[in-house]
């Protein structure tokens, strides 16, 4: 039996990139009482607790030692994967590490830099996309937001990380769109698009025609096929509503 090996003699290579995730924001360390949670909201959403992995935030907690360990327990017992934590003093970090888990600093900690400048536009290279749809592109945008005019090509990833983004085009299946605040994409979406990346829930995603491998609003999302078939092809808006990604047409 043989391997196909690359021909560089490289088994792997590292890229960046920004997966959407569920964080799980603890506001009590009690195992017990995050298990009785755990076991009523799978009785609701038997659908979410599918393997889904979750970063357990522990940034509101005032405990310098946690039962992570337990917790995390709980956590798979009701198909939930604990991949990582955020927040808490070293103890809480070290015992992350120690579980095998990733650790992340606080969100405030963790949020760039606010950006000194930020390009009106960045140059498209769909001219006659751009024209057709510039009409509905709002011709201002808040500090720190971002328009691209032109198609997002599959294997690009565009990012806002502190404002609204615009997309005056369409973004092909396999592209990535990332919004601090709220995504807008005048045309197909058709690749991902992620708006409230850093945790916002009253971020939004508006698109002229639905056709997404998935969408998520700070950190809760759906794929393709969790979309209701009604809605593919049309413009819609997608917010938080309960906790939950709410999908309505526009027309």
């Not at 369409?170 to 769109?177: C, R, S, T, W």
Request: charged fraction near 25%; aromatic fraction near 4%.
């Amino acid at each position: 039996m043989s391997l196909k090996v690359d021909r560089d003699g490289m088994a792997f290579t590292f890229k960046g990139g920004m997966l959407p995730m569920t964080v799980m924001e603890l506001t009590s360390a009690d195992p017990e009482r995050i298990r009785e949670q755990l076991a009523g909201k799978l009785s609701q959403s038997p659908a979410f607790f599918q393997h889904t992995p979750v970063v357990l935030s522990v940034e509101r907690l005032d405990e310098p030692h946690l039962a992570l360990e337990r917790i995390c327990a709980v956590c798979r017992a009701h198909k939930l994967l604990p991949v990582a934590v955020r927040g808490g003093p070293d103890p809480v970090k070290q015992s992350a590490w120690a579980l095998g888990l990733g650790w992340f600093p606080p969100q405030e900690a963790a949020r760039p830099r606010a950006l000194e400048s930020v390009p009106a536009a960045d140059a498209g290279d769909s001219p006659a996309e751009e024209e057709a749809t510039e009409a509905l592109a709002p011709p201002v945008i808040a500090a720190g937001g971002r328009i691209f005019r032109g198609t997002v090509r599959s294997g690009q990833q565009i990012t806002a990380p502190e404002g609204d983004l615009v997309v005056v085009g369409a973004v092909n299946a396999g592209a990535e769109v990332l919004a601090g605040g709220s995504v807008h994409v005048y045309g197909a979406l058709r690749g991902r698009a992620l708006a409230g990346i850093h945790g916002d829930s009253q971020a939004a995603i508006f698109c002229r025609e639905l056709r997404a491998e998935l969408l998520s609003v700070a950190g809760n999302y759906k794929r393709l096929e969790d979309i209701d078939p009604r809605l593919l092809g049309k413009a819609v808006q997608v917010r938080l509503s309960d906790d939950q990604l709410s999908i309505m047409a526009l027309d």
